[in-house]
T-cell receptor, first 114, second 111 residues
Framework: DQQVKQNSPSLSVQEGRISILNCDYTNSMFDYFLWYKKYPAEGPTFLISISSIKDKNEDGRFTVFLNKSAKHLSLHIVPSQPGDSAVYFC?????????????FGQGTILTVHP | DGGITQSPKYLFRKEGQNVTLSCEQN?????MYWYRQDPGQGLRLIYY???????QKGDIAEGYSVSREKKESFPLTVTSAQKNPTAFYLC??????????FGQGTRLTVV
């Protein structure tokens, strides 16, 4: 039972264009959503998060959108840079005292071409 | 520097052996977690601890054991009962309503 799904295994974009990574979830108890970036053989690095009481959060080139009714979130990267090439994981948490108890999607490999 | 240290980076285990993966944090976080990553998959929660001397099973706890005797340390033992132990193991910590910080991981291979 995959509670968090990233249906696109990979995404390829040109440098300077927008990258949009998508994530769907099924569990209504999730209260906090995060995006992590990961390189092979390294730990994930936190990028950006959003609470369920918001529908948008922005941090520099990264914006996360949350549509609670559709149980869908997306990460927008504008403009995309070659250094953004990595695996991106979306994750969801029940919040409360369990913010770090995360359920992860399968990941999307982003490749940004110069 | 504050952070999470996992050791060793690479670990080889013979079939039937128990091995222990180390995780130490100096972030003063109360909560610590162990995740496992398999190729092409997301991370899955093995065990977590929200406070010293207490821990709970995650989604895939069978064949693993943990202890939390100190706030800074959360070692994971992969026992011989774990049928497919070869994987990338990640330790994380968090505090309150904050994001989880991850260590650099330990790659365990059964030989």
């Amino acid at each position: 039972d995959q509670q968090v799904k990233q249906n696109s295994p990979s995404l390829s974009v040109q440098e300077g264009r927008i990258s949009i990574l998508n994530c769907d979830y099924t569990n209504s108890m999730f209260d906090y959503f995060l995006w992590y970036k990961k390189y092979p053989a390294e730990g994930p690095t936190f990028l950006i998060s959003i609470s369920s009481i918001k529908d948008k959060n922005e941090d520099g080139r990264f914006t996360v959108f949350l549509n609670k009714s559709a149980k869908h979130l997306s990460l927008h990267i504008v403009p995309s840079q070659p250094g953004d090439s990595a695996v991106y994981f979306c994750a969801a948490s029940p919040g409360g005292t369990s913010y770090g108890k995360l359920t992860f999607g399968q990941g999307t490999i982003l490749t940004v071409h110069p | 520097d504050g952070g999470i240290t996992q050791s060793p980076k690479y670990l080889f285990r013979k079939e039937g052996q128990n091995v222990t993966l180390s995780c130490e944090q100096n972030l003063n976080h109360d909560a610590m977690y162990w995740y496992r990553q398999d190729p092409g998959q997301g991370l899955r929660l093995i065990y977590y601890s929200q406070i010293v001397n207490d821990f709970q099973k995650g989604d895939i706890a069978e064949g693993y054991s943990v202890s939390r005797e100190k706030k800074e340390s959360f070692p994971l033992t992969v026992t011989s009962a774990q049928k497919n132990p070869t994987a990338f193991y990640l330790c994380a910590s968090s505090e309150g309503a904050g994001e989880a910080f991850f260590g650099q991981g330990t790659r365990l291979t059964v030989v």
